[in-house]
C-alpha cells in the first residue's frame, strides 16, 4: 500500500470517529435534557483495622456530564477480616422535577461561563475514647461539563479531520490525474520525477492510485 492511500484511510477513519463522537454528544445532550443516566462503580476493602470504600461515578443530567470521585476511610479497632468488593450500577430514570444545575465550584469564573464547574472537600471525623477510637476520614470530587461545550469541541474535532482529509486527499487525486502529487504539475510524461519542482514520486504509488 503506497503511503498516500494509507494517509488518506488514516484521514477517513479518523473523520468518520469524529463524527460519531459528534452524534453521540448530540444525542446525550438532548437525552438528559429529560432523563438521568448513570454508571457507577462502588468498591470496598478491608484489612486489619481499615475500610476503605471508594465510589466512581459517570452521570448525566439536565444537559451536564459529572464525573464524581468519593472516598471514605476509616480506622477501627473493630475491623478484624480481610474482605474486597465491587460492583457497577446502572441507572436510566427519567429525570426529576428537583434535579438542580451544578453550583458554582472552586474554578475560575471564566470556566463557568463556559460551562465547567469544579469542586472538592475533605474531613476527619473521630469517634469514641482510647482505645476504642474510630477515625473516618472523608474527601470527595467532582467536575461537570455543559454538554454544549463537549458538542462545541466535538464539531471543532470534526472540522480539523475535514482539513486533514482534504490535505490527505489532495495528492492521492493528483496522482490519479497524472499530476505531481507536491506541486500538481503534469508528470505523465516523467512519472518517475516531477520536472517543476523535481520531487521523486513511487512508481507503484501512481500505479495504485491510478487503479
Not at 435534557?33 to 459517570?58: C, V
Not at 466535538?154 to 493528483?174: D, E, H, S
Request: charged share 20%; with cysteine.
Amino acid at each position: 500500500m503506497s503511503p498516500f492511500r494509507r494517509k488518506l484511510r488514516i484521514a477517513v477513519v479518523i473523520l468518520i470517529a469524529s463524527i460519531l463522537l459528534d452524534l453521540a454528544l448530540l444525542a446525550l445532550w438532548m437525552g438528559t435534557r429529560g432523563d438521568s443516566l448513570s454508571l457507577t462503580r462502588a468498591s470496598e476493602s478491608r484489612t486489619d483495622q481499615n475500610i476503605d470504600h471508594q465510589t466512581l461515578k459517570l452521570a448525566a443530567s439536565c444537559g451536564y456530564v459529572y464525573f464524581a470521585w468519593v472516598h471514605s476511610h476509616t480506622h477501627s479497632p473493630f475491623v478484624r477480616e480481610h474482605a474486597h468488593a465491587a460492583h457497577w450500577d446502572y441507572d436510566h430514570s427519567p429525570r426529576d422535577p428537583g434535579d438542580f444545575e451544578p453550583p458554582e465550584g472552586d474554578e475560575p469564573k471564566w470556566l463557568t461561563r463556559i460551562g465547567v464547574s469544579a469542586n472538592s472537600d475533605s474531613a476527619t471525623q473521630t469517634v469514641g475514647v482510647a482505645p476504642t477510637i474510630i477515625t473516618l476520614n472523608y474527601s470527595w470530587r467532582w467536575v461537570a461539563f455543559d454538554c454544549r461545550l463537549l458538542l462545541a469541541i466535538g464539531l471543532a474535532l470534526t472540522v480539523i479531520a475535514v482539513w486533514r482529509f482534504r490535505r490527505a486527499r489532495r495528492p492521492w487525486k493528483r496522482l490519479k490525474l497524472g499530476l505531481c502529487p507536491a506541486c500538481g504539475y503534469d508528470i505523465r510524461a516523467t512519472p518517475d520525477r516531477c520536472p517543476e519542482c523535481g520531487s521523486v514520486t513511487n512508481p507503484s504509488a501512481t500505479a495504485d492510485a491510478r487503479g
